[in-house]
């Protein structure tokens, strides 16, 4: 079965210092790998995904990731981070071969707080 | 440009009592979902509809309902809601095994 682990529930940094948030994902077959934030009540935003291809995956506002399939990981990476950046972060794993839905995995989320 | 869209937002209950979560999408997507957040649990799926026509249990299905009424629409029924309940809930659409799945803001539930 899959599972995906965030180690860290909350990561405080200062503005414009570069942070790196990590996951991890165990499954027994090839995925998919999502990241997604969640600013303060709202929903879920794709931030980027891993599909296929470059193991190094840019997503919007800065952020990008990099796949290691021999780690298993998929940690997300800002060299300079913005007050803005402040919310939470959740890693996902799908299996690539989940048939006609793609049900997704979270990890239980990492808090960035960005501070001045 | 809606996406997801999820009412009520806010509600408040007593125990026992019922009620439906609404969500419908305007994205033509085939599968829909319904997760529920709570504090250091991440999100946790609670059914799905693969397409319409079809619904299947998540890891947290109990004491749940769900109905894909058309294509767009996807309800959560709660027959005598619980304090275990309150929670956020979110939907969501997805239309392929590999594009991500979009999201409405939630309803915030709480169960008195």
């Known amino acids: 079965a899959q599972s995906v682990t965030q180690l860290d529930s909350q990561v405080p940094v200062f503005e414009e210092a570069p942070v790196e948030l990590r996951c991890n994902y165990s499954?027994?077959?090839?995925?998919?790998l999502f990241w997604y934030v969640q600013y303060p009540n709202q929903g879920l935003q794709l931030l980027l995904k891993?599909?296929?291809?470059?193991?190094l995956v840019k997503g919007i506002n800065g952020f990008e990731a990099e796949f290691n399939k021999s780690q298993t990981s998929f940690h997300l990476r800002k060299p300079s981070v913005h007050i803005s950046d402040t919310a939470e972060y959740f890693c996902?794993?799908?299996?690539?071969?989940?048939?006609?839905?793609?049900?997704?995995?979270f990890g239980t989320g990492t808090l960035l707080a960005v501070q001045p | 440009n809606a996406g997801v869209t999820q009412t009520p937002k806010f509600q408040v209950l007593k125990t026992g009592q019922s009620m439906t979560l609404q969500c419908a999408q305007d994205?033509?997507?085939?599968?829909m979902y319904w997760y529920r957040q709570d504090p250091g649990m991440g999100l946790r799926l609670i059914y799905y509809?693969?397409?319409?026509?079809?619904?299947d249990k998540g890891e947290v299905p109990n004491g749940y309902n769900v109905s894909r009424l058309n294509k767009r629409e996807f309800s959560l029924r709660l027959e005598s809601a619980a304090p275990s309940q309150t929670s956020v809930y979110f939907c969501?659409?997805?239309?392929?095994?590999?594009?991500?799945?979009?999201f409405g803001d939630g309803t915030r539930l709480s169960i008195l």
């Open positions: 969501a659409s997805s239309d392929q095994v590999n594009q991500p799945q979009h």
């Open positions: 499954s027994s077959v090839s995925v998919y």
């Open positions: 891993y599909l296929s291809g470059s193991t």
């Open positions: 996902a794993v799908s299996d690539l071969y989940g048939g006609a839905t793609n049900k997704l995995i």
């Open positions: 994205m033509n997507h085939n599968s």
């Open positions: 509809s693969a397409s319409e026509g079809t619904t």
